[in-house]
């Protein structure tokens, strides 16, 4: 069986790579020829071309063993999978690279100790500020969440296909830590998901198959606190998402000093997001509500919920609602719808956050896929997965945030008032799960083996609406020799999906 890895270079603040195209052919850390490579690759002399990335590449299921020189820190690390209780399981081993330069031996594996991850520790700041629940910090954001709409069960689905998509990074320890160039990038995708500000092209895409060598390369803010659709971003470390707005809560309000009235933000990591209010110079925070975590490739996680909730949810009418919009020119309604439908992407975006009727008509359809209906809502109405009831009162579970059907509870009207403190059944019969451990959502996958499409109505027929993760069949001729004993699958692409011109990894194709 052939052995597969790939190199990573850690110099001068900047990262490069190298493998050997276009699998990545390489050798065990047992091998003379590992211990060749690496002088080779340091080598002044050396003929081999580092490819200059921003960011590190993690260890790949494509991948057997992953070498990162990091001459900054002075240290050679392997990273490998390593069958733990029957569990492929993520290891890291190092040595220095002075005793690799200065060794006598042929090879390198007995001189790699392996590295144990010690958790980073934060002291609490009670009294910085003060935390409120998760409903109350809605209300304050004037967020009041109704049934579900169409567009939200396909961002459900849009969030668990990009977390599938990027695992690798996603679970990758070096991902968690907020100084690490790739967490923005990640970030900036799950909030642009959330907020569905993204361009879909017809079209299919060179970008696949996502392999260990794809990048998640676009655009990413610079700073860990940033402005988005109106919100205040704070980018923050996992380990301390609960004491992040206060560690950084002189630096948030001197954000806000020209802002009238009160600011709205949020606080994301990779595992969780906290939601706050900055008020005459006082913060008031909410708990951490789980983002990312590990069974967030086959279900929509509380966090994520929170965040499409917010950024593409009715209002409650608060003080910029009082006064009306007046937009000057009465346009009828037809002319209105087709002008928003004629226009770009961005440009609906951009109208959606500055008129309320414009985001209203935004996010109640799905523009950019014509034609396009989700037919079962089982990722955003999980009691029944139906839209289309009658009985449309209901509400949001205070674990998961899914929406429930009052009638699919079988609670009475009374029962059912306190609704900031409901749990749906699926809560009460089990606790979600809220951990993301290192390798945790590849392990998760390949434990079920399965993920779900997206059932929807497409030009007036049943389809399933399916992530794409291979090239199409029509663009693979190998697979000419097989299709005399059965034809392959199409698979075709009919939508992908991108952040600013760059590919999100998110690919699709309906299938009958």
């Not at 520790?121 to 209300?139: I, K």
């Not at 690798?168 to 070096?174: A, G, K, V």
């Not at 198959?209 to 988005?228: D, T």
Request: aromatic letters at 12%; a negative charge; one cysteine or more.
């Amino acid at each position: 069986m052939v052995t597969r890895g790939l190199w990573n270079l850690h110099v001068d603040g900047k990262w490069y790579r190298w493998f050997h195209p276009p699998r990545g052919v390489s050798s065990s850390p047992d091998s003379r020829a590992t211990l060749t490579t690496f002088r080779i690759l340091t080598s002044d002399s050396s003929k081999l071309k580092w490819e200059s990335v921003p960011f590190p590449t993690p260890l790949h299921f494509q991948l057997d063993y992953v070498y990162t020189i990091d001459e900054d820190a002075g240290h050679f690390t392997v990273t490998e999978w390593r069958s733990i209780d029957e569990v492929p399981t993520r290891i890291n081993r190092r040595m220095t690279l002075a005793s690799i330069r200065e060794t006598s031996l042929l090879e390198i594996d007995t001189l790699l100790s392996d590295v144990v991850e010690v958790p980073k520790q934060y002291h609490s700041l009670d009294g910085e500020d003060n935390e409120v629940s998760v409903q109350h910090a809605l209300r304050l954001f004037e967020i009041k969440p109704d049934m579900p709409a169409r567009l939200n069960e396909l961002q459900f689905q849009f969030f668990t296909d990009f977390v599938f998509t990027w695992r690798f990074y996603l679970d990758d320890t070096f991902t968690w830590d907020h100084t690490s160039s790739v967490f923005p990038a990640l970030a900036i995708g799950l909030l642009r998901i959330a907020a569905w500000d993204f361009e879909v092209r017809n079209t299919d895409t060179e970008d696949l198959p996502i392999l260990f060598s794809s990048l998640p390369q676009w655009k990413a803010p610079l700073h860990q606190v940033f402005w988005f659709h109106r919100y205040l971003i704070l980018c923050c470390n996992t380990d301390q998402i609960t004491n992040a707005v206060a560690i950084n809560a002189k630096h948030l309000v001197s954000q806000c000093i020209n802002h009238k009235g009160p600011v709205h933000g949020i606080a994301i990591s990779i595992r969780n997001i906290a939601l706050f209010e900055i008020r005459n110079g006082k913060i008031l925070r909410s708990p951490s509500i789980p983002l990312v975590t590990n069974i967030s490739a086959l279900h929509c996680s509380p966090g994520f919920r929170i965040l499409a909730y917010i950024l593409t949810s009715s209002r409650l009418k608060g003080p910029s609602a009082k006064s009306g919009e007046h937009w000057g020119t009465a346009l009828p309604t037809e002319i209105f719808e087709m002008i928003l439908e004629a226009s770009e992407p961005s440009d609906l975006v951009s109208m959606a956050q500055a008129s309320d009727s414009v985001e209203k008509w935004y996010y109640s359809s799905i523009p950019q896929i014509p034609g396009l209906i989700p037919r079962d809502f089982f990722m955003s109405i999980p009691c029944c997965g139906r839209r289309d009831t009658s009985n449309t009162q209901g509400a949001y579970c205070s674990v998961c945030y899914a929406w429930s059907h009052m009638e699919c509870t079988g609670l009475s009207a009374t029962m059912f008032s306190d609704t900031d403190h409901f749990t749906c059944s699926g809560c009460r019969e089990s606790v979600p799960c809220a951990s993301l451990d290192t390798g945790g959502i590849h392990h998760s996958y390949r434990k079920k083996r399965e993920r779900n499409a997206c059932s929807v109505i497409h030009e007036g027929k049943s389809k399933e609406f399916w992530l794409r993760v291979n090239t199409p069949t029509s663009r693979r001729p190998e697979l000419r020799f097989i299709r005399m004993l059965a034809p392959p699958p199409p698979q075709n692409v009919d939508y992908t999906i991108f952040f600013s011109g760059v590919f999100s990894g998110l690919a699709y194709g309906f299938d009958d």
